[in-house]
């Protein structure tokens, strides 16, 4: 995996897949095409953050909001971002690195590090495994220890905003698929 890449070494993490029925570059297309803002949850836990809503695709709305794209290529895209997420003002404290080899060389032990991909896994012609991870990594005690804080009250949060990014892939290529 290419997420293994740009964060081999993490401390907390999380996994989500599916199976979908679509081929590979249907999903693919399909997971360029979604949109954040199609999802009730993404927009309802959004607003509860006082984020807004989540704008654009999954690309724009991540390449907005300062994540980084590391890797692209049709089997996985692979995002990073790195700062004190369990700040107060959260955007305020990203660090928002502009080049993989700039988020490969941060070290600040103030800061953690976090990847996310979304890979497509070919299972058959007609069948596509849809994988997302997401990998944190503090960079000093304290940042762990507040991360883990902050990683206790958000994970469960962050997994449904997973799943439903997985199933509204899901749904995008199954539909899109039915087409052809």
């Known amino acids: 995996m290419l997420i293994d890449e740009f964060l081999p ?3 907390f993490h ?3 897949a599916t199976v979908v029925r679509a081929p590979a570059d ?3 297309r399909s997971a ?3 949109r954040p803002a199609d999802s009730f949850l993404w927009r309802l836990l959004f607003r509860l953050r006082g984020l807004g809503s989540p704008g654009g695709t999954l690309r724009e709305w991540a390449e907005a ?3 980084l794209c590391l890797a692209d290529t049709a089997g996985e895209l692979v995002y990073g971002q790195a700062g004190r997420f369990w700040a107060f003002d959260e955007r305020e404290a990203l660090v928002s690195p502009r080049t993989a080899e700039e988020f490969r060389r941060l070290d600040d032990p103030r800061y953690a590090i976090a990847a996310m991909n979304v890979r497509f896994e070919p ?3 007609d069948r ?4 997302t991870e997401t990998r944190v990594r503090a960079l000093g005690p304290a940042a762990r220890r507040r991360f883990r804080l902050y990683w206790l009250l958000i994970r469960p949060f962050s997994g449904l905003l997973r799943r439903a990014m997985l199933g509204g892939i899901e749904a ?3 539909r899109f698929h039915a087409h052809i």
């Open 26 to 28: 249907a999903v693919r």
């Open 128 to 131: 596509t495994r849809l994988y």
């Open 14 to 16: 999380e996994r989500h």
């Open 9 to 11: 070494e993490y401390d």
């Open 172 to 174: 995008r290529a199954v």
């Open 32 to 34: 360029e095409e979604w």
């Open 123 to 125: 299972l058959s012609p």
């Open 65 to 67: 909001s300062g994540f």
